[in-house]
């Protein structure tokens, strides 16, 4: 510890009348020393402390150390709209770049919580290739089955996928993936809850950070007119975007969860009818997913370059690519079920899905299960007395 660092924490001490605490200081990467640099100098502006959940959880902090810099890099939400308001932006000496440091942090959080960390590792020097390749050699290993068992080319009746592979197959070979990342995720967010535990968590705080995940509520600039994306200009089209993938996703995994319900304690198999709960769905959340993620990626290539960490985009882009691929390919198979490219377009389809679920603990869907306890962190934190008592609240 620097004795900077020494003196504001005896400093903190003293002013809340209680002995000096004794916290084991973790050491801290090179971009973390970044961003705690930024934030001590945007403590002292606090020009930007309207925009997001970022700017307070940042005023009640004096010195900023490894749990402190992932919790407040995971609340970010990358908006871009310090950047544009900031006056030591670069080219100032100062070179505050709020956005990137944040997007460096967390990618750090990423490898540094996931399990196991050397797949975070693969992931985050690859994503794109990684990605691709997965649903790639996935869809080949189906196509390769259903040429094996004969029907690699054929109708089946009314579509029926289970013509092509059985259930117990498709159960067999899903499971585990889903099981796995399921897992993989519930250790890495589990992690970095204990990092820095903020207290126990009240209904109040478990409703607003619900409600600030569901409303996407930090895309909105904190002045409702939306982020910057290309330029200094708002725009509410990335946090559309956003809600589109978002909630198609959902409408997606309510469709499986739903057909599950049915052929399990209903007797109800599949092929379901177009008008049925399952397709309808289905349907719609694939839709959404399709124009979300098309609409996502066409931000990404036209954001600014300072308002990003450039060695991301691969994973950034293998997310959106793998979620664009599992939804064309959904929608594709539903239209063209009933011809015989039916066991291609299937392989195709599992492939993608399994390599979506797959590669869920190590990207950006991770991401979004870490801004959400980021986001349920601060709702604690924000109800309870501030260490500080300097009447920033």
Same mark, same amino acid.
């Given at each position: ?73 995971? *609340?970010?939400? !990358? ?17 505050? !770049? ?33 990605? *691709? ?7 080949? &290993? ?21 013509a092509v592979f059985p259930h117990h197959l498709m159960v067999s070979l899903f499971a585990p993936v889903f099981l796995f990342a399921a897992l993989a995720l519930g250790i890495g967010v589990s992690r970095f809850w204990r990092s820095e535990k903020p207290g126990p968590a009240s209904g109040a ?28 200009? &708002? ?13 198609? &996703? ?144």
């Amino acid at each position: 510890m620097s004795p900077l660092d020494t003196l504001v924490r005896e400093a903190t001490d003293l002013a809340e009348a209680r002995p000096p605490r004794v916290i084991p200081i973790q050491p801290m990467t090179g971009s973390e020393q970044e961003l705690a640099r930024v934030m001590a100098i945007c403590n002292a502006c606090r020009y930007c402390e309207g925009f997001c959940a970022v700017f307070p959880a940042m005023t009640r902090r004096l010195d900023f150390h490894k749990q402190d810099v992932n919790l407040l890099a995971n *609340l970010c939400h !990358n908006c871009g709209a310090c950047l544009h308001a900031c006056q030591y932006a670069p080219p100032h000496e100062f070179a505050v !770049n709020v956005p990137r440091a944040m997007a460096e942090v967390r990618l750090g959080t990423y490898t540094e919580f996931a399990w196991p960390p050397a797949l975070g590792r693969l992931y985050q020097r690859n994503g794109l290739t990684l990605a *691709l390749a997965l649903a790639g050699g996935l869809a080949l &290993f189906m196509v390769l089955a259903a040429g094996l068992h004969g029907s690699l080319w054929g109708g089946a009746p009314q579509g029926n996928f289970y013509a092509v592979f059985p259930h117990h197959l498709m159960v067999s070979l899903f499971a585990p993936v889903f099981l796995f990342a399921a897992l993989a995720l519930g250790i890495g967010v589990s992690r970095f809850w204990r990092s820095e535990k903020p207290g126990p968590a009240s209904g109040a705080a478990v409703a607003e950070a619900t409600h600030d995940v569901l409303r996407l509520k930090y895309l909105e600039g904190g002045h409702g007119e939306g982020c910057n994306n290309a330029d200094d200009r &708002f725009t509410l089209w990335r946090r559309r975007f956003h809600h589109l993938t978002f909630y198609g &996703f959902l409408l997606c995994f309510a469709a499986t969860g739903v057909a599950t319900l049915y052929h399990y304690l209903l007797g109800w198999q599949a092929p379901y009818a177009y008008a049925s709960l399952p397709k309808l769905l289905g349907i719609s959340g694939g839709v959404m997913l399709v124009l979300g993620t098309a609409g996502l990626f066409m931000l990404n290539l036209r954001r600014h370059a300072l308002q990003q960490d450039l060695r991301q985009r691969p994973m950034d882009r293998g997310f959106i690519a793998l979620l664009f691929l599992t939804a064309a390919s959904g929608l594709v198979l539903m239209l063209f079920k009933a011809t015989p490219a039916l066991a291609l377009l299937l392989s195709v389809h599992l492939g993608a899905v399994m390599a979506l679920f797959a590669t869920m603990p190590y990207g950006k869907f991770a991401h979004g299960i870490y801004r959400s306890a980021a986001l349920l962190k601060w709702a604690i934190e924000k109800r309870q007395p501030s260490r500080l008592q300097l009447g920033d609240d």
